[in-house]
């Protein structure tokens, strides 16, 4: 069965949840497929979605699943998964997408689209880099936390009109969205403001403002920035300061918000720390370059995700990067 007029929404966290919300209220058929866990307590409670202009909470009833039925096929995909799942994810979606699925990624990393495009389909991948974040009160209840600004372009393919529909249907729904002239480097841009923002937040605890506001912290921003900065394609010409004043923009639209790698850490959720901080460092070796500061941002929310190690020794051992 084509569902041909839905669109499968891929992951019902916080992000998800909020796209979810502003493409039903604008009548929008879709499909969810999101948890195990997800899925039972939303179809029996309800998707809850609070956007920034709403007054009290909207409820949703969705067409949600853990497994895709085999029936079901979709020519239009958002994906707002976390990044860590992808590889499982494209053998899970393989026979539920047609053969030319247009996917849009809604996740933060560098090459984070490699599994989609190793499953040597002909799906169109567009990937953004968005300001758009949100909060996750409960499995399912999501607030949003900043709009901003959103930008896209294609990874794998350079059709301008595939671009520009997903596009108009962003702004349609209230998302300031605009077609990236060079979405490579709007993503290694936002991913070097993850990289040096995200961490931080998770081991102490701060929102983001705080962090960039305490002395010693924003040093060690700039300083995982210039860590960084060696790895970059020299034909995207990025610089310092072009990544710091979008920490700096960033972090003033969302100065009250914890970020999410500090809401995984929270709420005991696998973190995004491989498919950041990791996959730099990943990329630092195979061209034979160290980066320490990173290295050990990487030990440190580990431990901290995956073996309870204490807020107070991770916090020491943040100090020793000063």
Not at 158 to 170: A, G, T
Request: glycine residues 6%; charged residues 25%.
């Amino acid at each position: 069965m084509k569902k041909e007029n839905s669109i499968l929404i891929v992951g019902l966290g916080a992000l998800g949840s909020v796209i979810y919300s502003r493409l039903d209220r604008k009548g929008y058929n879709m499909v969810c497929l999101t948890s195990e866990n997800g899925r039972k307590i939303i179809s029996k409670k309800g998707l809850v979605v609070e956007l920034l202009e709403d007054k009290t909470p909207h409820l949703h009833t969705c067409e949600v699943y853990d497994v895709l039925p085999e029936k079901y096929e979709f020519g239009n995909v958002i994906v707002a998964t976390k990044s860590w799942i992808n590889e499982t994810l494209v053998d899970s979606l393989s026979s539920n997408l047609i053969d030319n699925a247009s996917i849009l990624i809604f996740q933060n990393g560098i090459s984070i689209e490699e599994s989609f495009i190793k499953a040597q389909k002909k799906w169109k991948i567009t990937r953004t880099t968005t300001s758009l974040s949100a909060l996750r009160e409960e499995i399912n209840h999501s607030l949003e936390a900043n709009v901003g600004k959103t930008r896209i372009g294609g990874v794998n393919h350079n059709d301008i009109k595939e671009v520009s529909s997903w596009r108009d249907l962003l702004v349609e729904i209230g998302l300031p969205t605009e077609i990236s002239q060079n979405i490579q480097k709007d993503i290694w841009l936002k991913s070097m403001v993850n990289c040096s923002i995200n961490p931080l937040g998770a081991i102490t605890g701060l929102v983001n403002g705080q962090i960039i506001e305490d002395n010693s912290l924003n040093f060690l921003v700039r300083s995982i920035i210039e860590e960084i900065l060696p790895l970059t394609p020299k034909e995207l010409m990025i610089n310092f300061y072009e990544v710091y004043n979008l920490v700096e923009t960033i972090v003033k639209q969302t100065a009250n918000h914890k970020c999410s790698m500090l809401q995984d850490i929270e709420n005991e959720y696998r973190t995004e720390i491989d498919t950041l901080n990791g996959k730099v460092v990943k990329l630092g070796a195979e061209m034979g370059i160290d980066l320490p500061l990173n290295s050990k941002l990487v030990e440190i929310v580990k431990k901290l995700s995956e073996e309870n190690y204490p807020k107070e020794l991770a916090i020491l051992d943040l100090r020793s990067l000063f």
